[in-house]
């Protein structure tokens, strides 16, 4: 038996709640390479924030474990790249939402889907980083590909107080780039600056409908709001300028036009996290291991057990939440 938070539906109820599972109820892939991994850390992500409350339909079949990332060490392999006692580390892939995911004290997933755990890097402090670092990364990386250096100018990061970007503040910095950090939270503006932020802004002076092309203000962006937001920011940059567009928060729709593509060759680099390959996954934990001030991580994370993953994903959702939430799931 193993304990997991479970997420079930039935007529037009829908539940979550801490329960009880016996082992042989994890799910069994199609193909051969399945891992049995004794997880250890998982996180909460907005993502899991929806899974949790039921605000919007993330789950796609129940019975479901949420969470979409985790870190542990192999308990049983049917893949020979991973042997008993192997630490490893999981993001995306669908687990939490269409296979059970890591908030729970066990996992069954394909081989393809994990990665070894990094060196220097322990369980606790990848799921400190957990997808919100990842995807920073996957962005940083992006922008580094088109050319974007610290040489171009500054980096505008919306949803600064957010996992995402919290992460991406701190890792810009420390890859000797000037951030701007947008926040509708003012009042942390000294959390951002104490990560690396060189400026803070309001985020209300760019997230209501603007002019189709404005003043040059950043050289890039990493924006995980969309929305009239990731429209404005589009707008504002200089030429040649580009953007990393990771996230949803303000809304799904981009109300822009052409005019920034066409008339300063700006580019939309769209981030998906889910379904890197594995080359590219661990070309990001690498770059992450090697650029994250571990001793900062303490500033980002605030660690909580499984119980209270379910109060806290409401808190999530309802914007009371600074950073990143690792979840214990042993106690």
Known sequence: MFKCILIEKESETYSARVADIDET??????????????????????????????KSPVVRSFPM????????????????????????VLNGWGVGETHWGGLAQKARVRGDW????????????????????YTAMLCILALERHGIDASRGDVLVTGASGGVGSFAIALL????????????????????????????????????????LQKERWAAAIDSVGGHTLANVCASLRADGAVAACGLAQGMELPATVAPFILRGV?????????????????AWQALAG???????????????LDAAIPAAHDLLEGRVRGRIVVDVTR
């Open 25 to 54: 109820h994890l799910p069994v892939s199609d193909v051969p390479g399945d891992v049995l991994v004794d997880v250890q850390y998982s996180t909460l992500n907005y993502k899991d924030g929806l899974a949790i409350t039921g």
């Open 65 to 88: 474990v949420p969470g979409i990332d985790f870190a542990g060490t192999v308990a049983q392999s049917d893949d020979p790249r991973y042997a008993q006692g192997d630490a490893v």
């Open 114 to 133: 994990l990665i070894p755990l990094p060196k220097g890097l322990t369980a606790r402090q990848a799921m400190a980083v957990g997808t919100a670092g």
């Open 173 to 212: 910095a420390r890859r000797g780039y000037r951030v701007v950090a947008s926040t509708g939270k003012l009042q942390e503006a000294a959390y951002l600056q104490e990560l690396g932020a060189a400026e803070v802004i309001d985020r209300a002076t760019i997230s209501a409908p603007g002019k189709p």
């Open 267 to 283: 580019s939309l680099l769209g981030i998906n996290s889910v379904t890197r390959p594995f080359a590219e996954r661990q070309q």
């Open 291 to 305: 650029t994250l001030d571990l001793g900062a991580l303490d500033t980002i994370t605030r660690e909580i057990g």
